[in-house]
């Protein structure tokens, strides 16, 4: 059951997205409940207020191109009043087992999924993984909002596991290339830059992605895109998984889909997407982002085709300029 609505007092410049009781009931009309099998062109760009458990059983089969799954760790939490408790890890690894066993016939035979965990939670669902699927990788990225400890290392980083249902998928490297500035510029005998590009802002080279990703910036107050999801992941870390993954025009779908990442990034990167999410205010939430994609489709940290470093010089003025188009103010890199 969700809160109800209650105001939280929020500092002036504090841009966090939420839904006023009026665009709740708006939105929400916009929101699906499936009750029996479904085509896949009544559920295109859609978001379904569900219970995954029960949507997923109707569900059309072999439409997914990309699978993005951010399924609760185990972990006890409170999703917005819907309560996750931690389990035995057997029980979790049955919960989970079941997960997959819904979603697996979704898939194109070329499909490729992405699977979000922590630590603890990767050396359950590995096995799993590995009895379904080619597990081609394991990317750490930097969770920098990780809380310190007095007897234990920080827990700052959280994983994504690249999976693919067979050896014929889809991995566009040169989408997702990052923008690094170079440190000591190393010329060739004539001169010239070799591997790098001189220009006004600093010395930059594009690099191929690596599993090891620490240019992420969680959301937070001052960003538009950050809500109050405990556990929302960045859009560009979505975006990623979703330009290296799929095509233009592909179909991703995200079975748990909090606050609207996936679907939003969809949007703006041209890709067909299918949400599901039990919190009928998350819900709405990410009806709202969408609405707002016409306005401003731009990613932080994304630009002229390339990620950039968190807080470059570059990405800064980037971001900057673009938003202050659209007279947006954004704070962070």
């Not at 819904?102 to 035979?109: E, I, M, N, Y």
């Not at 620490?214 to 990623?240: R, V, Y």
């Not at 067909?272 to 205010?281: A, K, M, T, V």
């Not at 731009?298 to 202050?324: C, H, M, P």
Request: with cysteine; net charge neutral; charged share 25%.
């Amino acid at each position: 059951m969700s809160h109800p609505h209650t105001e939280k007092q929020r500092a002036p410049r504090n841009r966090t997205l939420t839904c006023s009781s009026e665009e709740t009931q708006q939105f929400g009309r916009n929101l699906l409940r499936l009750s029996q099998l479904t085509e896949i062109s009544s559920l295109e760009n859609s978001i379904i207020n569900q219970d995954f458990f029960e949507a997923a059983q109707y569900l059309p089969r072999g439409f997914v191109d990309l699978l993005v799954i951010d399924p609760p760790y185990n972990l006890s939490k409170d999703y917005n009043g819907h309560l996750f408790q931690a389990k035995d890890q057997r029980d979790y690894e049955t919960w989970f087992l079941k997960v997959i066993e819904l979603l697996q016939p979704t898939l194109k035979a070329n499909a490729t999924l992405y699977v979000c965990s922590d630590w603890k939670t990767s050396m359950l669902i590995a096995p799993i993984l590995e009895q379904s699927f080619v597990v081609r990788n394991r990317i750490t990225w930097e969770r920098e909002k990780g809380r310190g400890a007095k007897s234990n290392w920080k827990n700052n980083t959280e994983d994504i596991w690249f999976c693919t249902l067979s050896d014929d998928f889809t991995f566009n490297v040169d989408s997702v290339k990052l923008k690094r500035k170079v440190i000591a510029p190393y010329r060739d005998s004539d001169g010239m830059p070799k591997d790098w590009s001189e220009g006004e802002e600093g010395n930059f080279r594009l690099t191929h992605p690596s599993n090891i990703w620490t240019d992420i910036t969680i959301p937070f107050w001052s960003m538009p895109e950050n809500t109050d999801h405990p556990t929302q992941k960045p859009e560009k870390l979505i975006a990623k998984l979703i330009l290296a993954s799929s095509l233009e025009n592909g179909f991703v779908l995200d079975p748990f889909l909090g606050s609207g990442t996936t679907a939003v990034v969809c949007r703006k990167l041209k890709r067909r997407f299918l949400g599901i999410e039990q919190n009928r205010d998350y819900c709405c939430w990410s009806q709202k982002r969408l609405s707002l994609v016409s306005g401003d489709s731009s990613i932080q940290g994304y630009a002229d085709g390339v990620f950039w470093e968190r807080n470059s010089l570059k990405a800064q003025k980037l971001e900057t300029k673009s938003l202050d188009s659209l007279k947006i103010r954004v704070i962070g890199g």
